[in-house]
Structures are given as C-alpha cells and as structure tokens.
C-alpha cells in the first residue's frame, strides 16, 4: 500500500505555476520531515525543497523564492507551490520521507510536471 502519493503535475507554460500535493498515511506524516525531489532526463535527482516536523524549511538556490513547500498536519499532507516557473524546472517530481533516519526512506510514485517555453 503506498504510503505517498502525488498529484498536482501538469503542462503549463513559463512563467505560471503549479501547486503539487503529496498525501501521506498519517502515522509516517507525523513523524517525518518531508522533501520534494525532482529528476530530469539525463540528469541526478535533486532535492528542491524541505520541511521539517516542525515547519522549518529549506531551498536550493535555484529555486528560492520561486518554491514555497507547506505541510498540514489535519491532511497529512505535503505541498509544494511553484511559481515563475521555467523550462528548466521541467521534471518527474517526487514526494518524500525521513522518518528519523536522516535520509529520505519513503517515496512516492511521482508526478510530472512540464514547462513549454
């Protein structure tokens, strides 16, 4: 039983913006710190945006300010706002958890999401 699933990806051109989702059973959800990783072709997977359990969040340089991750606890859910999107964000995302470990145990089937310039 999968325990992430995404949603949320699609086409859009530079410029708009996609909100993606990832929602977790709520026993792993409650106790992991959670991350959105993307992986474009030919290229390695990257993480783009991280929470912890307690709301602290963190960005590569490219994408801050242009990504906004959240989480609702009530949901067990996940979010990831991506605004000023470029063709260069063109990638399957992928949801993820860290249940104490210290490296992402628990991923998701992901989600593509396009970028037409």
């Known amino acids: 039983q999968a325990q992430l699933v995404e949603s949320g990806g699609g086409l859009v051109q530079a410029g708009g913006s996609l909100r993606l989702s990832c929602a977790a059973s709520a026993s792993l959800f409650r106790l992991s710190a959670m991350g959105w990783h993307r992986q474009a072709p030919g290229k390695q997977r990257e993480l783009v945006a991280a929470?912890?359990?307690?709301?602290?969040?963190n960005y590569p340089d490219s994408v801050e300010g242009r990504f906004t991750i959240s989480r609702d606890y009530a949901k067990s859910t996940v979010y990831l706002i991506m605004n000023s999107l470029k063709p260069e964000d063109t990638a399957v995302y992928y949801c993820?958890?860290?249940?104490?470990?210290?490296?992402?145990?628990?991923w998701g089937q992901g989600t593509q999401v396009t970028v037409s310039s």
């Open positions: 993820a958890a860290d249940i104490g470990s210290g490296k992402y145990d628990y």
């Open positions: 929470i912890s359990r307690t709301g602290t969040t």
